[in-house]
């Protein structure tokens, strides 16, 4: 089930038109209408204010349900979260494939007291999501293997730090920089194997969102 039919079916079971929809959430009918067909994906914005009208978490619109847990409800007990597992291997190296990317396996529940401890910069937590890093590039700080939590709200490069970026067809996990006239640095940390990517227009660079945690909680 594609995010558009999951849009569909939440909405007739709770006796909504797709203008209900549109003025709940403050966007035009005409923007709803391509979200069911598939012509364009909801802002994060927009996923979170339908998460919320729908009372699913945003992790159920893009990804849909579990059996085996139970992602598409807010969870009733606020010292736990439960954090998408997906399925893609965000290279410390020369770049997983982007094709093969965000697939959900499962959810893992952890204590929000412990993540907060843990996670020492601002982050969403109905946007964090765990990914797998894959090569040596980034070694000493990441080894192939860890798993990395990302917060995928964090879309644009406002500082440095760790990113996950999609560019020319790979998934990329380095440190990434803004340069003047519209330019990313990509950095990794084995800098003496891997040197620096310098890309030209940051137009062709996908932010999917920022590394705050290692699983094993070493901090990024």
């Excluded at 089930?1 to 005409?30: I, Q, W, Y």
């Excluded at 598409?72 to 736990?80: A, D, G």
Aim: with cysteine; aromatic share 8%.
């Amino acid at each position: 089930m594609t995010l558009g039919e999951r849009l569909t079916s939440l909405r007739k079971e709770r006796g909504l038109s797709v203008r209900d929809v549109a003025r709940k959430v403050n966007v035009s009918h005409v923007s709803v209408v391509k979200w069911v067909n598939g012509d364009m994906t909801p802002s994060e914005e927009n996923i979170e204010s339908l998460a919320e009208l729908f009372g699913v978490t945003p992790a159920f619109l893009r990804y849909g349900d579990l059996s085996f847990d139970r992602p598409q409800t807010l969870e009733p007990n606020e010292n736990e979260i439960s954090i998408p597992v997906l399925d893609v291997r965000g290279s410390c190296g020369y770049g997983g494939n982007e094709e093969d990317a965000f697939q959900l396996v499962k959810m893992l529940r952890v204590e929000n007291d412990w993540l907060t401890a843990k996670i020492k910069s601002p982050f969403c937590r109905n946007y964090l999501h765990i990914i797998t890093a894959h090569g040596d590039s980034m070694r000493p700080t990441l080894e192939s293997g860890d798993f990395i939590i990302i917060d995928t709200s964090q879309r644009n490069i406002r500082y440095d730090g760790i990113y996950v970026v999609a560019y020319s067809g790979g998934v990329f996990i380095k440190r990434t920089q803004l340069l003047p006239g519209g330019k990313v640095r990509l950095l990794s940390d084995n800098s003496e194997k891997y040197p620096p990517i310098i890309i030209d227009d940051i137009e062709s660079v996908t932010v999917i969102g920022r590394a705050v945690l290692s699983f094993n909680a070493r901090d990024l």
